[in-house]
């Protein structure tokens, strides 16, 4: 049954209001996907809404091998949180580049939310812990 309720909110999108928090840089990567079309020669490309309603950009990154380059800036973050937590926004999903080998910086934000209020986060690193999409996009 939730797997039925979780489909039909999908399709609907008539789910929880969420937003996606992602490294600075990738705020269209989900939106420009793959670049599949289905129909080479259409003139018009619809895509689909997104889940989340809106992004929010974390200026920090590791490179390939685990190098801290930018740290998380950790008052920034939370002051980006609880102005979307005040609009009424009580979901987000976190993808950070190289988060599958490298989840300090999605933990860091992890717990700030937490203690801002969120009550539902996904975490890219615990819910596919394989290369994910920025990894595949802008190397």
């Known amino acids: 049954m939730g797997t039925t309720v979780a489909t039909n909110a999908l399709l609907e999108r008539h789910g929880d209001r ?3 928090v992602i490294t600075k840089g ?3 990567a989900l939106r420009i996907g793959y670049q599949n079309r289905p ?5 018009q490309i619809i895509l689909p809404t997104m889940l989340y309603e809106q992004v929010i950009e974390v200026d920090e990154r590791y490179d390939a091998n685990g190098y801290e380059l930018t740290p998380v800036n950790i008052e920034q973050v939370k002051q980006d949180l609880q102005t979307v ?3 009424g926004i009580r979901s987000f999903a976190i ?3 190289h988060s599958d ?6 933990q860091q934000i992890a717990k700030i ?3 801002v209020g969120f009550i539902q986060i996904s975490i890219s690193h615990q819910s596919n ?7 595949q996009q802008r190397r």
């Not at 080998?101 to 999605?106: D, F, G, Q, V, W």
């Open 18 to 20: 969420v937003i996606l």
């Open 26 to 28: 990738f705020e269209d």
């Open 39 to 43: 129909n080479i020669f259409a003139r």
């Open 85 to 87: 937590y005040n609009t």
């Open 95 to 97: 993808v950070f580049m």
């Open 101 to 106: 080998r490298y989840p300090k910086h999605e």
């Open 113 to 115: 939310a937490q203690e």
């Open 129 to 135: 812990q394989s290369i994910n999409e920025t990894h």
